[in-house]
């Protein structure tokens, strides 16, 4: 299974952007899927999380309200909608995704995906 990450690049502050994610083998079979992000010096932080079934979905403090993860599976394809961007959000965006269910808590463990895309850099400046 491979991930590739796509739709990054420079905005300006107030601005939206939308990532995506395909996978090779497509995401039916995810049962969890998340975005994470890292700068340069940071550890890897988790953005959002979306688990299958119920539907669960949890967001970093950060973006809560701002950002938004959903699915289409029939594309083969992961979104990370994000909304009134700021420089704080510059950063590598990277997909993950586990075929099992995750429980609540550690769904935005990074430790618990199987699966990465390779990265793309989303860049919030005037």
């Known amino acids: 299974v491979q991930l590739q990450a796509s739709g990054g690049g420079w905005v300006q502050p107030g601005d939206s952007l939308r990532l995506s994610c395909t996978a090779s083998?497509?995401?039916?079979?995810?049962?969890?899927i998340a975005w994470f992000r890292q700068t340069p010096g940071k550890e890897r932080e988790g953005v959002s999380c979306?688990?299958?079934?119920?539907?669960?979905?949890a967001y970093g403090g950060s973006v809560k309200g701002r950002f938004t993860i959903s699915r289409d599976d029939a594309k083969n394809t992961m979104y990370l909608q994000m909304n009134s961007v700021n420089p704080d959000d510059t950063a590598v965006y990277y997909c993950?995704?586990?075929?099992?269910?995750?429980?609540?808590?550690?769904?935005?463990?990074?430790?618990?995906?199987?699966?990465w895309g390779q990265g793309t850099q989303v860049t919030v400046s005037s």
């Open positions: 993950a995704a586990r075929y099992g269910r995750i429980i609540t808590g550690r769904c935005l463990d990074q430790s618990v995906y199987e699966f």
């Open positions: 979306l688990r299958r079934g119920d539907n669960f979905k």
């Open positions: 083998g497509g995401t039916s079979n995810f049962g969890t």
